[in-house]
């Protein structure tokens, strides 16, 4: 079964930086894309970056410039590096794998259970 386990939050001042990881496990075929999303109090899960499998990321236009996703492929995991953290980017962090599980069949979304990120005003 194949599970996505998030790492990294936590309370960080404004100006500090955290790293978020997803590590995915259990049998699958493949992965395609990955992403980090974001849902603070009373708002929509939003974007924050994507990476496919092979190309470059893309970022939410808040984030351009602080934050840096990436991948390493042969642990399966997920990075965020999030640096020069602000007050509006509270809010629990969830990573998404699009993973094909088995051969010849089709791609499905997976969830992180996700992690809190604070950064007080």
């Known amino acids: 079964q194949v599970q996505l386990v998030e790492s990294g939050g936590g309370l960080v001042q404004p100006g500090g930086s955290l790293r978020l990881s997803c590590t995915v496990s259990?049998?699958?075929?493949?992965?395609?894309?990955m992403g980090w999303y974001r849902q603070a109090p009373g708002k929509e899960r939003d974007l924050v970056a994507t990476?496919?499998?092979?190309?470059?990321?893309n970022y939410a236009d808040s984030v351009k410039g602080r934050f840096t996703i990436s991948r390493d492929s042969a642990t399966n995991t997920m990075y965020l590096q999030m640096n020069s953290l602000k007050p509006e980017d509270t809010a629990v962090y969830y990573c998404?794998?699009?993973?094909?599980?088995?051969?010849?069949?089709?791609?499905?979304?997976?969830w992180g259970q996700g992690t809190q990120v604070t950064v007080p005003s």
């Open positions: 998404n794998a699009k993973i094909v599980p088995h051969y010849m069949g089709p791609q499905d979304d997976y």
């Open positions: 259990g049998g699958f075929f493949r992965i395609n894309a």
């Open positions: 990476i496919p499998s092979r190309g470059s990321p």
